[in-house]
């Protein structure tokens, strides 16, 4: 009977040690298949909420060093990948709920076309800094299960928010027309950013689309912008953007027929690259640039004259351009295309004594073979920049009707758009 008593409490004591083991293990399975929420908000540099935008959550697994989002079998995602998403508030805030554990990366959503860059992320006291080269702009980091992440701090730049709209040459909207390339060229006033950025999109019904532009400097910064179709190009005289302009609105319009896009129904795809450095000549007419080299701003403008060159220069506190060593010769050739354009040496007042419009003494050139000389078709009192050499020139020249530019300089650095 002792025995018997015994027996049942060794198997209640067994019972239950089963059903706490179970109980856990179905605690730690719940635990394991929990989702967590994460929630916060957007700012800018100076602590502005940023309304409108969408936070995201990707999926992410590892590349050999690099993460790419997971692939859902039998989801096509043209252009975003799957996510978890929130959208931020008046005040910035945004809430993301039911997100999967493990890695994931915080972004912003269009992925491929974002409209503002993360600069850095605040979790707690942790500061997340997205890496150069990180797919969507984001930072990656691991969700553990059940998690609830509060008061996260995104620091956002907003990108320019480009407008355009694109017409044929009689005036009608090239609508619908898929792939047509868009480049942003970009030169900051002083020289120290430079870069190209390009993007493959299309028109909607009215010719119009729209494109994020980033901006990466902290000051006014150039923009030079084309449209390619069909092998038809589009570029518009440079603007001026400076960090305050969140938006342009521009029109690109054809000179030349365009064929019907034979291509109509083609899958949208979109394709951004940047490289580091523009090539010379980015003609930039019309502007004020930067040489850093000396501080002093240059221009290039159309005159119809020398005296026209001259009053256009005066009205400016400018003078035709003085070229005074081989850096300064340098530096014009990349920032302008210089081909054919008048600058500030002549000999008008005494034939072969050179001097320069602003005064400034003569301390170096860089003649073309046989230059200075004058020919059987007159005094040759002005200096043109030809080839990126100098050539000596006058009215009775043949090529004189042909030159139309003309560069300024001037030691003023304050700008304005």
Known sequence: MTHLYFGKKILTFFIGIVALFLLSASESGAQNDALTTLSGRVIDGTGQPIAGLTVVLVPVQDGNG???PIEVEGHDWPDDPMAFQGETDAKGRFVITDAIVGPVLLGLFPYYKPEAQILKVQIGDMFLYPGGGAVGGGTVFTLEPGEYI???EITVRQFLQLRARVLKMDGNPLANAKRIDFTVKQ????????????????TDTAGNFVQYVPCYADGPIFFFMSVTYQEHQVQLDPIVVK???LMHETVFTFKDPIIPDALGNAPRHFHAS???IVDGGLDAKGVWIVNPGNGHAYKKIRFSGVEDAIAQAAKENAYLVAINDES???WIEWAFVPHRTLIGLNDTEKEGQWQWHSGEPVTYTNWARDEPHDTDKGDEDYVILFANQWVDIG????RWRFIQSVLLEKEETSLKK
């Open 243 to 245: 960090p305050e302009d």
């Open 66 to 68: 690099a993460w790419f």
């Open 150 to 152: 509060e008061n996260v």
């Open 187 to 202: 030169l900051s006033l002083d020289g120290e950013l430079d870069g190209s950025r390009s993007w493959t999109t299309e």
């Open 395 to 398: 009215p009775g020249d043949i």
């Open 274 to 276: 940047a490289s580091a």
């Open 328 to 330: 300064e010769q340098n």
